[in-house]
Every structure is written in C-alpha cells, then in structure tokens.
C-alpha cells in the first residue's frame, strides 16, 4: 500500500485476554517503530527495528508486551493479559535508513479498550 | 542517552497572536531535530526539519545547539493551527532511533 496500515483500527478486549496488533509499514523501510499515545502522556516509545540489528526495547513497559517483526516487513505487537491500564492508541510507523534526514511515517493507530 | 523535553502541555492563543512551542534536547552528537503535527482525526505527520530550514505553513523552527532547543514559531496563528505538536530528535548512527517529546497541544481561539 501507499502509507503504514495498522489493524484493527480499534480492538476492545476483556482484562486478562491476550490481544495481537499488527502494522504493515511503508515497502522498503528498514525502520520500524511502536509507540503507545494516551491522554496526559504523549508520545511512548515502545520498540524499535532496525534491519536486522537486534530490535530496541528499552520502551517496553512489562514483560507482558512483545513484538517481533517478521522477514523485515509486517511486525506485530502482543499485549498479554491485558489490563486496564494498556488502554490507548497504539501507533506504528516506518522510516528509511541512510543518510540524510529520512521522515518517519505513522499508521492511523489501533485504539485498544481494555473493559 | 537521548531526550527530547518539551516543558508545556497547552498553549492557548487566540488568532493573530504570536506562537512559540518550546522543545529542548538532550543529545551529544549532531542529531536531526523534526517537529511532527497531529490535526484531529488525522495521523501524526512530518510538520518540518531542521535541515530542510524551511517554512511550512507559516512555522519555523531553528536548531540553537548552543542552548540545545529546537523551538517552534509562527508569527500569526490561525484556526487551523490548532493540533498536537510533536519534537523529535533522531540519533545518527548504526541506531538511529527516533524520540518524541510529550507533545504540546496548541488551541487557536477565533
């Protein structure tokens, strides 16, 4: 596609369920980040891939949170047992690598509800 | 480690007047500053970069490396401009992550 397609676009869930995010970013972007967007609180950086170096998740907030990002291209964020404070809009975007100044692309979101 | 601080959560103007969103950093080498928009209903997207030194819809941000701050100005707000504002700094390097700032929300009042 033309842009960064997250799915589903919102996902309500039950606490305790596991839930399965996931993004196609931009074809051809090596870069791929997760970040969660909830009021009060911005902009949280999750994980980030980059190529084939060992993902960064230093943003991670539990070890109930995951992601893996398959053959380079569509990653997926999974939240297990989910509590009601996981609830926000999760956001991915993608970015090209070299040099210059390359922009970073956002997907329009998957807001999770977590009753 | 890197940091982007953007110390304000919401500047109310009304249009016509004067608009300064602040961002400081916290980076020691040479990082790409950007600043990212978020209208309602819309995604976040690219607003400007530091490289580029160019307006876009009326806005300019100058990187001070001096004072560390990458801060956003347009001389009239209008309507329109109201949205979430976004600093990033990205690393260079083998790991160039990209970090936001908490972002500010900017209302434009009539």
């Known amino acids: 596609g033309a842009g960064v397609s997250q799915s589903p676009s919102n996902k309500v869930t039950e606490k305790g369920k596991d839930v399965e995010l996931r993004c196609d970013p931009i074809?051809?972007?090596?870069?791929l980040y997760w970040y969660r967007q909830s009021l009060g609180q911005g902009l949280e950086f999750l994980i980030y891939?980059?190529?084939?170096?060992?993902?960064?998740k230093s943003g991670l907030p539990s070890d109930r949170f995951s992601a893996e990002r398959t053959g380079g291209s569509v990653s997926t964020l999974t939240i297990q047992r989910t509590q009601q404070e996981d609830s926000a809009v999760y956001l991915c975007?993608?970015?090209?690598?070299?040099?210059?100044?390359?922009?970073?692309?956002f997907g329009q979101g998957t807001r999770l509800t977590v009753v | 480690a890197q940091r982007v601080t953007q110390p304000e959560k919401l500047l109310s103007v009304f249009k016509g007047a004067p608009v300064e969103l602040k961002c400081n950093y916290s980076?020691?080498?040479?990082?790409?500053l950007f600043w990212y928009v978020q209208y309602s209903r819309q995604r976040l997207q690219l607003l400007l970069r530091h490289i580029s030194r160019e307006s876009i819809k009326g806005f300019t941000a100058d990187l001070n490396k001096g004072e560390t701050s990458f801060h956003l100005k347009k001389p009239f707000a209008q309507e329109e401009d109201s949205a979430m504002y976004y600093c990033?700094?990205?690393?260079?390097?083998?790991?160039?992550?990209?970090?936001f700032g908490k972002g500010i929300t900017l209302s434009v009042r009539p």
């Open positions: 975007a993608s970015s090209s690598y070299g040099q210059g100044s390359t922009e970073a692309f």
């Open positions: 980076y020691s080498g040479s990082p790409e």
């Open positions: 990033a700094l990205r690393s260079t390097g083998a790991n160039s992550k990209l970090t």
């Open positions: 891939f980059q190529g084939n170096s060992a993902p960064d």
């Open positions: 074809s051809g972007h090596t870069a």
